[in-house]
């Protein structure tokens, strides 16, 4: 069965509890249950991880390179401050999809760069935590494809 790697990125661990009037009330355990049953729909698996640390992350796409179909990321706030992270996603040949939960270009300045996007084949941003069914939806219709 082809694998989606779904990655997220610092402090969403948090989701539900951090600053709800932007990121919303569910949290990322509700977010993997609707990940993993519209995966499951589309015939799709799903590894579903979330790490505080850079290298984590990177690990976990390099693991990606060998045994995953596509990437859906939420780099959260190292989208803005990571070339270690670009740089592992130019390693993986499928398709890659960025999301971020918030409008991410109606807040700070700081939050309107992403080197993520360099190498994202879709950007999703302001769709609340639905942007990841969306993602998902996109990346299996792009591995599907090719
Ligand atoms: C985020 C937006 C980032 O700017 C922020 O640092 C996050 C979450 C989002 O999902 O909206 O932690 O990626």
Not at 38 to 58: C, K, M, P, T, V
Not at 99 to 107: A, E, M, P
Request: net charge negative.
């Amino acid at each position: 069965m082809s694998l989606i790697f779904v990655l997220n990125g610092p402090n969403l661990n948090l989701l539900g509890k951090r600053q709800p009037d932007i990121y919303g009330h569910e949290t990322l355990a509700d977010v993997e249950v609707d990940c993993r049953s519209l995966a499951s729909e589309l015939g799709f698996d799903i590894r579903f991880h979330q790490s505080n640390r850079e290298y984590e992350l990177i690990d976990w796409i390099h693991e990606a390179r060998e045994i995953g179909a596509a990437i859906v990321i939420n780099p959260a706030a190292f989208t803005h401050t990571s070339v270690a992270i670009l740089d592992a996603l130019n390693t993986f040949e499928g398709p890659v999809m960025e999301v971020h939960i918030s409008n991410v270009h109606q807040r700070e300045a700081f939050r309107h760069h992403s080197y993520v996007s360099m190498r994202a084949d879709g950007v999703i941003a302001g769709m609340g935590t639905q942007g990841y069914q969306l993602a998902i939806r996109r990346a299996v219709a792009q591995v599907q494809a090719d």
